[in-house]
């Protein structure tokens, strides 16, 4: 399984804000996807971050709102840009088909 | 239309009881994944199972075994002789051709 870890590991924000999250793995693979997982809530996938190209965003994600990189085959970031108190949650990438998780970042806006 | 259901909110249970968590899915494709991962107070999910839908054979892994019926759509997961740490939320999901669809999560409770 891959190794996935992510910066910040949890973070206090100002509403208005912007934050960029990170998420590293420890070896080369194709699919990363990025989910938001709101208070007592499951899981919803955000985008699919694609080495190369544009995010693909699911339906109620926009990239102005959720930008993301995918420079090479190791590494991601996701940005919640002008944040309100609702994108208060725990945001997690994973990769590859068998989608192991990073540890997540729990973020909140003030 | 994609979507799993995972009917049982939240499950109580004494240490050493078996419990089995139950999971439906719907999807009209033929090639689909199934997994169930579990997610600890502390935040991280932990991928326990991942199933195609070809392979209709239950898994057994030590104390944890899978049941898999596609006549039924269901994909249900049994913990045998349950222990406090097995105390978490559990989520099935299903991936199609890379959309992933979760459940909204079973909480176990497990008492000493």
């Known amino acids: 399984s891959a190794v996935i870890s992510q910066k910040p590991s949890r973070d206090i924000c100002q509403r208005g804000t912007s934050l960029t999250i990170q998420c590293q793995v420890d070896?080369?693979?194709?699919?990363m996807f990025w989910y938001r997982q709101q208070p007592g809530q499951s899981l919803t996938l955000i985008a699919t971050?694609?080495?190369?190209?544009?995010?693909?965003?699911e339906s109620g994600f926009v990239i102005d709102k959720f930008p993301i990189s995918r420079p090479n085959l190791t590494f991601s970031t996701l940005t919640v840009s002008n944040m309100s108190p609702e994108d208060s949650s725990i945001y997690l990438c994973?990769?590859?088909?068998?989608?192991?998780f990073g540890p997540g970042t729990r973020l909140t806006v003030l | 239309a994609q979507k799993v259901t995972q009917a049982q909110t939240e499950i109580s249970v004494v240490e050493k009881e078996d419990v089995t968590l139950d999971c439906v899915y719907e999807?009209?494709?033929?090639?689909?994944?199934l997994f169930w991962y579990k997610q600890p107070p502390s935040g991280e999910l932990v991928f326990l199972i991942r199933?195609?839908?070809?392979?209709?054979q239950n898994e057994i892994s030590g104390r944890y075994s899978w049941n898999f019926q596609k006549s039924t759509s269901s994909f249900n997961f049994t913990i045998t002789a349950s222990q406090v740490v097995d105390s978490a939320v559990y989520f099935c999901?299903?991936?199609?051709?890379?959309?992933?669809?979760f459940g909204s999560g079973t909480k176990l409770n497990v008492k000493p």
């Open positions: 199933r195609n839908s070809f392979d209709e």
């Open positions: 070896s080369q693979v194709t699919m």
């Open positions: 971050a694609n080495q190369g190209s544009e995010a693909t965003y």
């Open positions: 994973s990769v590859g088909t068998e989608q192991f």
């Open positions: 999807t009209r494709d033929t090639t689909y994944y």
């Open positions: 999901a299903l991936d199609n051709f890379n959309k992933f669809y």
